[in-house]
Protein backbone atom coordinates (compact mmCIF):
# COMPACT_ATOMS: atom_id res chain seq x y z
CA UNK A 1 0.00 0.00 0.00
CA UNK A 2 1.26 3.53 -0.27
CA UNK A 3 1.88 5.38 2.35
CA UNK A 4 3.45 9.38 2.64
CA UNK A 5 4.85 10.21 5.84
CA UNK A 6 5.78 14.16 6.78
CA UNK A 7 8.30 15.57 9.74
CA UNK A 8 10.01 18.36 10.30
CA UNK A 9 7.70 20.93 11.41
CA UNK A 10 7.79 22.51 14.61
CA UNK A 11 7.25 26.04 16.26
CA UNK A 12 9.86 28.94 14.44
CA UNK A 13 10.38 32.49 14.89
CA UNK A 14 9.40 34.95 11.87
CA UNK A 15 12.57 35.06 9.80
CA UNK A 16 13.46 31.74 10.62
CA UNK A 17 14.08 28.27 8.59
CA UNK A 18 13.14 24.66 8.85
CA UNK A 19 12.89 22.09 6.34
CA UNK A 20 10.25 19.28 5.64
CA UNK A 21 10.68 16.11 4.73
CA UNK A 22 8.52 13.38 3.56
CA UNK A 23 9.42 9.42 3.49
CA UNK A 24 7.56 7.53 0.93
CA UNK A 25 6.70 3.75 0.21
CA UNK A 26 4.92 1.77 -1.78
CA UNK A 27 5.58 3.59 -4.89
CA UNK A 28 8.13 3.72 -7.66
CA UNK A 29 8.80 6.85 -6.38
CA UNK A 30 11.55 7.71 -8.70
CA UNK A 31 8.68 7.51 -11.44
CA UNK A 32 6.36 10.21 -8.83
CA UNK A 33 6.08 14.14 -9.39
CA UNK A 34 5.45 15.42 -6.00
CA UNK A 35 4.06 18.06 -4.92
CA UNK A 36 3.65 20.10 -1.35
CA UNK A 37 -0.07 21.36 -0.08
CA UNK A 38 -0.74 23.20 3.19
CA UNK A 39 -4.12 24.32 4.64
CA UNK A 40 -4.39 26.99 7.29
CA UNK A 41 -7.72 26.69 9.49
CA UNK A 42 -10.48 28.22 7.80
CA UNK A 43 -8.82 28.23 4.56
CA UNK A 44 -8.50 26.66 1.58
CA UNK A 45 -5.92 23.55 1.18
CA UNK A 46 -3.76 25.48 -1.68
CA UNK A 47 -0.54 23.88 -3.80
CA UNK A 48 2.64 25.33 -2.17
CA UNK A 49 5.05 23.63 -4.77
CA UNK A 50 6.02 20.59 -7.31
CA UNK A 51 8.53 18.44 -8.34
CA UNK A 52 8.77 16.38 -11.10
CA UNK A 53 10.51 13.17 -11.97
CA UNK A 54 13.32 14.95 -13.96
CA UNK A 55 13.30 17.83 -11.37
CA UNK A 56 11.35 20.61 -12.96
CA UNK A 57 10.13 22.32 -9.91
CA UNK A 58 6.66 24.98 -9.57
CA UNK A 59 5.70 27.20 -6.66
CA UNK A 60 3.21 29.13 -5.62
CA UNK A 61 3.78 33.05 -5.99
CA UNK A 62 3.98 33.52 -2.11
CA UNK A 63 6.81 31.55 -1.13
CA UNK A 64 8.99 31.66 -4.58
CA UNK A 65 12.60 32.97 -3.30
CA UNK A 66 11.93 31.37 -0.07
CA UNK A 67 11.18 27.87 -0.52
CA UNK A 68 12.89 25.08 -1.77
CA UNK A 69 11.41 21.57 -3.08
CA UNK A 70 14.45 19.00 -4.05
CA UNK A 71 13.72 15.10 -3.81
CA UNK A 72 16.65 12.43 -3.48
CA UNK A 73 15.56 9.53 -5.29
CA UNK A 74 17.40 6.84 -3.19
CA UNK A 75 16.08 7.71 0.36
CA UNK A 76 12.46 8.04 -1.55
CA UNK A 77 12.05 11.43 0.32
CA UNK A 78 10.68 14.71 -0.82
CA UNK A 79 12.07 17.88 0.97
CA UNK A 80 10.65 21.75 1.17
CA UNK A 81 13.28 24.01 2.88
CA UNK A 82 11.26 26.52 3.93
CA UNK A 83 13.27 30.02 4.52
CA UNK A 84 12.45 33.92 5.34
CA UNK A 85 9.19 32.46 7.17
CA UNK A 86 6.21 34.53 7.41
CA UNK A 87 3.37 34.60 9.97
CA UNK A 88 1.51 33.66 7.18
CA UNK A 89 3.11 30.64 6.24
CA UNK A 90 1.84 28.75 9.71
CA UNK A 91 -0.60 25.67 8.34
CA UNK A 92 -0.65 22.19 8.27
CA UNK A 93 1.60 20.85 5.65
CA UNK A 94 0.76 17.58 3.09
CA UNK A 95 3.02 15.91 0.82
CA UNK A 96 1.27 14.23 -2.31
CA UNK A 97 1.64 11.94 -4.89
CA UNK A 98 1.21 14.54 -7.71
CA UNK A 99 -1.24 12.84 -10.03
CA UNK A 100 -2.89 10.50 -7.78
CA UNK A 101 -5.01 11.37 -4.74
CA UNK A 102 -2.37 9.70 -1.70
CA UNK A 103 -2.11 12.09 0.97
CA UNK A 104 0.45 12.00 3.67
CA UNK A 105 -1.15 12.78 7.65
CA UNK A 106 0.50 16.76 7.45
CA UNK A 107 3.22 18.14 9.93
CA UNK A 108 2.03 21.08 11.65
CA UNK A 109 4.05 24.85 11.17
CA UNK A 110 3.52 27.42 13.40
CA UNK A 111 5.65 30.58 12.98
CA UNK A 112 5.76 33.03 15.91
CA UNK A 113 6.81 36.01 16.46
Known amino acids: QVQLGESGGGLVQIGGSLRLSCAAA????????MGWYRQAPGKQRELVAT???????TYADSVKGRFTISRDNAKNTVYLQMNSLKVEDTAVYYC???????WGQGTQVTVSS
Open 96 to 102: KIHTLDY
Open 26 to 33: GIAFSKQP
Open 51 to 57: IGMYGTT
